[in-house]
């Protein structure tokens, strides 16, 4: 389960208060995954950031009964100077699984070649995109956190790979999703919220989440 309970997040612009979330409490069950939509600009990443705990509401509490994933396309655990070998065995021991194991599914998933013995640091965006999704499904989470603004792959075959072990996932695990596009929550999702001037409006069917969102965007 992940909870939220009156959460408040806003940052100053410089020239305004930017609010994020106010006062907004909702609840995630194992087994019911969610799928959110949010224009542009409305805080999707660091709502995801939130649940992840890798950003602190200003209000409020966020509680985590279950393993919750690090965002899809986060690398702030890896280190540049590293190659993906050394960065996979690291994660592994930090979270207590077999480090020949992540890395054997690491360097099969990405298909990096050599470049999976050299550093970060000398990766494209994209490659090293394909190394934080491998990551994610290497390790054992029961909620996969996908946030549609991180950086993506246009790798087709990394794309099939990754996305049928994914939809394999979905049997038995739990995935939220953000994004500005219906039509990316229904590959994930049934259920739906909307974020919308700091309020999540939940629905219980995606088709509903979509007759708001897209009166509230046209209008």
């Known amino acids: 389960m992940l909870e939220f309970e009156n959460v408040s997040k806003s940052f ?5 208060r930017k609010v994020i979330l106010d006062r907004v409490s909702f609840r995630v069950d194992l087994g019911q ?14 709502l995801i950031n939130m649940m992840a705990g890798l950003e602190k509401p200003d209000e409020g509490a ?3 009964s279950c393993n919750v994933s690090f965002p899809l396309g986060f690398m702030g655990g890896v280190v540049n100077k590293h190659s993906a070998m050394e960065n ?3 994660i592994a021991r930090l979270y207590g699984l077999d480090p020949d194991y992540v890395e054997a599914f690491c360097r099969w998933l990405c298909g990096l070649g ?3 013995d050299q550093p970060l640091g000398t990766y494209s965006a994209g490659m ?13 989470f029961d909620i996969y956190l996908i ?9 087709v075959e990394f794309n099939k790979k ?3 072990i994914l939809r394999e996932r979905l049997r038995t695990t739990t995935v939220i999703i953000v994004s500005h596009q219906p039509a990316t929550l229904e590959k994930f999702a049934r259920s739906a919220a909307v974020l919308m001037n700091g309020k999540l409006h939940m629905f219980d069917t995606l088709e509903e989440a979509k007759r708001l969102y897209d009166y509230e965007t046209k209008s």
């Open 88 to 90: 996979s065995r690291y």
């Open 33 to 46: 995954s969610l799928g959110i939509l949010a224009p542009n600009g409305t805080g999707k990443t660091t």
């Open 147 to 155: 946030d549609e603004g991180m950086p993506g792959t246009t790798d």
């Open 114 to 116: 050599e470049y999976f």
């Open 12 to 16: 100053w612009t410089g020239t305004q």
């Open 62 to 64: 966020i509680r985590r």
């Open 162 to 164: 990754a996305g049928d």
């Open 128 to 140: 090293k995109s394909r190394f934080s999704f491998a990551l994610l499904l290497a390790l054992d």
